[in-house]
Protein backbone atom coordinates (compact mmCIF):
# COMPACT_ATOMS: atom_id res chain seq x y z
CA UNK A 1 0.00 0.00 0.00
CA UNK A 2 3.09 2.37 -0.63
CA UNK A 3 0.34 4.44 -3.04
CA UNK A 4 -1.99 5.25 -0.69
CA UNK A 5 0.80 7.22 1.33
CA UNK A 6 0.81 9.21 -1.03
CA UNK A 7 -2.87 10.08 -1.08
CA UNK A 8 -2.77 10.25 2.89
CA UNK A 9 -0.01 12.97 2.84
CA UNK A 10 -1.48 15.54 -0.02
CA UNK A 11 -4.08 18.31 1.28
CA UNK A 12 -7.59 18.68 -0.37
CA UNK A 13 -7.75 21.47 -3.17
CA UNK A 14 -11.18 24.10 -3.30
CA UNK A 15 -13.01 22.69 -6.05
CA UNK A 16 -13.75 25.17 -8.93
CA UNK A 17 -17.45 25.13 -10.24
CA UNK A 18 -16.11 24.43 -13.92
CA UNK A 19 -13.87 21.90 -13.19
CA UNK A 20 -14.68 18.87 -14.39
CA UNK A 21 -15.55 15.24 -12.57
CA UNK A 22 -12.12 12.75 -12.59
CA UNK A 23 -12.65 10.47 -15.77
CA UNK A 24 -13.23 6.97 -15.31
CA UNK A 25 -9.80 5.80 -16.15
CA UNK A 26 -8.07 7.83 -13.39
CA UNK A 27 -10.72 6.91 -10.53
CA UNK A 28 -10.24 3.36 -11.83
CA UNK A 29 -6.26 3.94 -11.14
CA UNK A 30 -7.15 5.79 -7.99
CA UNK A 31 -9.35 2.89 -6.48
CA UNK A 32 -6.44 0.54 -6.27
CA UNK A 33 -4.91 2.76 -4.26
CA UNK A 34 -7.45 2.22 -1.64
CA UNK A 35 -8.39 -1.11 0.27
CA UNK A 36 -11.89 -2.34 0.22
CA UNK A 37 -13.66 1.09 -0.97
CA UNK A 38 -16.19 0.40 -3.51
CA UNK A 39 -17.39 3.18 -6.64
CA UNK A 40 -21.13 3.47 -6.78
CA UNK A 41 -21.51 6.02 -9.49
CA UNK A 42 -20.22 9.47 -8.95
CA UNK A 43 -19.14 8.18 -5.18
CA UNK A 44 -17.06 5.59 -3.58
CA UNK A 45 -17.57 4.04 -0.31
CA UNK A 46 -16.99 1.90 2.18
CA UNK A 47 -18.20 0.36 5.72
CA UNK A 48 -16.13 -0.05 8.78
CA UNK A 49 -17.11 -2.38 11.63
CA UNK A 50 -16.80 -2.22 15.27
CA UNK A 51 -17.23 -3.81 19.02
CA UNK A 52 -19.32 -1.24 20.24
CA UNK A 53 -21.18 2.56 20.01
CA UNK A 54 -18.33 4.00 22.03
CA UNK A 55 -15.65 2.93 19.83
CA UNK A 56 -17.91 3.85 16.18
CA UNK A 57 -18.92 7.15 17.62
CA UNK A 58 -15.15 7.50 18.47
CA UNK A 59 -14.02 6.84 14.72
CA UNK A 60 -17.03 9.53 13.76
CA UNK A 61 -15.58 11.97 15.75
CA UNK A 62 -11.80 11.22 14.29
CA UNK A 63 -13.13 11.47 10.88
CA UNK A 64 -15.42 14.96 11.52
CA UNK A 65 -12.16 16.36 12.68
CA UNK A 66 -10.28 15.34 9.81
CA UNK A 67 -13.07 16.55 7.39
CA UNK A 68 -12.93 20.18 9.21
CA UNK A 69 -8.89 20.05 8.91
CA UNK A 70 -9.64 19.06 4.82
CA UNK A 71 -12.68 21.10 4.35
CA UNK A 72 -13.82 18.15 2.77
CA UNK A 73 -17.01 15.98 4.29
CA UNK A 74 -18.64 12.59 3.80
CA UNK A 75 -21.86 11.50 3.99
CA UNK A 76 -22.14 9.16 7.19
CA UNK A 77 -24.09 6.29 8.27
CA UNK A 78 -23.66 5.38 11.77
CA UNK A 79 -25.27 2.43 13.57
CA UNK A 80 -24.15 0.96 16.98
CA UNK A 81 -20.84 -1.12 15.59
CA UNK A 82 -20.46 0.21 12.00
CA UNK A 83 -19.75 3.18 10.11
CA UNK A 84 -20.12 3.61 6.20
CA UNK A 85 -18.10 6.42 4.77
CA UNK A 86 -19.09 8.12 1.13
CA UNK A 87 -17.29 10.54 -0.79
CA UNK A 88 -18.38 12.68 -3.70
CA UNK A 89 -17.60 16.18 -4.73
CA UNK A 90 -20.61 17.67 -4.59
CA UNK A 91 -19.60 20.84 -6.40
CA UNK A 92 -18.47 18.85 -9.29
CA UNK A 93 -21.06 16.40 -8.89
CA UNK A 94 -18.95 13.93 -9.38
CA UNK A 95 -15.88 12.41 -8.13
CA UNK A 96 -12.44 14.53 -7.50
CA UNK A 97 -8.50 13.55 -6.15
CA UNK A 98 -10.23 14.77 -2.56
CA UNK A 99 -12.21 12.21 -2.60
CA UNK A 100 -9.68 9.78 -2.83
CA UNK A 101 -7.19 11.74 -0.49
CA UNK A 102 -10.18 11.83 2.43
CA UNK A 103 -10.67 7.97 1.84
CA UNK A 104 -7.04 7.34 2.57
CA UNK A 105 -6.97 9.26 5.70
CA UNK A 106 -10.16 7.44 6.76
CA UNK A 107 -8.51 4.21 6.13
CA UNK A 108 -5.50 5.73 8.21
CA UNK A 109 -7.73 6.56 11.25
CA UNK A 110 -8.88 3.45 11.26
CA UNK A 111 -5.33 1.83 11.52
CA UNK A 112 -4.20 3.80 14.39
Known amino acids: MEQACDLTSKQCKPCEGGMPPLPQAEVDELMKQLEDW ?4 NLIGKTYHFKNYYQTIAFVNAIAWMAHREDHHPNLT ?3 NSCQV ?4 HAISGLSENDFICAAKVDALFRL
Open 86 to 89: EYTT
Open 38 to 41: HQYG
Open 78 to 80: VTY
